[in-house]
């Protein structure tokens, strides 16, 4: 094994969490990781990684050497590519998780055009709700919704998205449609979200608050409370990607437009080590142009009309 090599080895480690993690990564024995790495160590006559019996804990050192190691080994990258043809070309098997109901409505319906015109890219997509460890699971790329929690991986903003409280014109029939979020809780509500309660998050007066709702139903899938809403079973509080069609033709109205926040965004979120990876930034350059109208045609559909207009 060379130095690069070594260094690879390292950085795979501690993006992992643990020799074997890094090892299913990098298809290498567990033990093959780890003694290259204790070899990196007396090379470099420092201690990198502490190991307990439970997880390991990158040293102060460690974390100065893994800045400068992912650096370098993009910089290999680079000019890898710029000195070999077939780097003009995105190539290779991409996978990519996403959630389940943005993924159905609006990837599906993109993905063939990108491999049509990526005949060398191959895609993996695994569709769901749950927080996926991208490292420690062999994910490529992940699509993210909302606020992201600080993490080593890279982000890239593809979209706004705005999220809407609305309900069918049946539910508001003989019903005052509350004009604060405090009033949410006269009505009944479609919770979408697991936990004890679900809450609501409005500003008033450019402050953050938040509403406490409850209903009979609660789901997991953004569809199925679209689907209650437009049954008349309550209030739902949604993206519009999921709602921009029934608010489009008044299948579904908008209420507490004023307390809105502002739009979240979407992002392509990855490791720091497919950086390189130019099928990553073909995808994500894709999805940037093909979102631009699509994605903000669901959020126009969010302006008219407005269920607290009906008297």
């Not at 509080?237 to 709602?243: A, G, M, S």
């Not at 069609?245 to 965004?265: H, K, N, Q």
Request: glycine residues 8%; charged residues 25%.
């Amino acid at each position: 094994m060379n130095a690069l090599e070594d260094m690879q080895i390292f950085v795979s480690t501690v993006e992992a969490g643990s020799f074997t993690a890094a090892s299913d990564k990098l298809g290498l024995s567990k033990q093959f990781v780890s003694r290259r790495v204790i070899a990196l160590e007396e090379r470099l006559g420092v201690r990198l990684i502490n190991r307990t019996t439970r997880r390991l804990a990158i040293t102060e050192v460690g974390r100065a050497y893994f800045e400068r190691a992912v650096k370098i080994i993009e910089d290999v990258a680079d000019a890898e590519r710029a000195v070999s043809s077939q780097g003009a070309v995105p190539r290779g098997t991409l996978r990519v998780t996403a959630p389940m109901s943005f993924g159905t409505l609006h990837l599906g319906g993109v993905l063939p055009r990108f491999l049509r015109q990526h005949p060398q890219v191959h895609i993996e997509l695994d569709l769901n709700d749950r927080f996926v460890d991208l490292i420690a699971e062999g994910y490529d790329m992940a699509v993210r919704i909302g606020a992201l929690a600080d993490s080593s991986l890279v982000a890239r903003p593809l979209a706004a998205v705005r999220t809407v409280t609305c309900c069918s014109p049946a539910y508001l029939h003989g019903r005052r449609a509350p004009r604060t979020p405090a009033e949410l809780s006269d009505h009944d509500c479609v919770l979408y979200g697991h936990g004890k309660g679900v809450e609501w998050r409005f500003e008033v007066e450019g402050r953050p608050v938040t509403a406490l709702v409850a209903g009979c139903l609660r789901v997991n899938n953004g569809e199925v409370a679209r689907d209650a809403a437009l049954a008349g079973l309550g209030i739902a509080r949604l993206p519009t990607f999921i709602v921009g069609d029934a608010l489009r033709d008044g299948r579904l109205v908008t209420i507490l437009d004023a307390f809105e926040p502002a739009p979240a965004a979407v992002y392509a979120v990855y490791p720091h080590h497919r950086q390189s990876f130019l099928a990553i930034r073909a995808f994500i350059d894709f999805l940037r142009d093909a979102f631009a109208t699509g994605l903000a045609a669901t959020s126009d559909a969010a302006n008219p009309p407005r269920g607290d207009e009906r008297r």
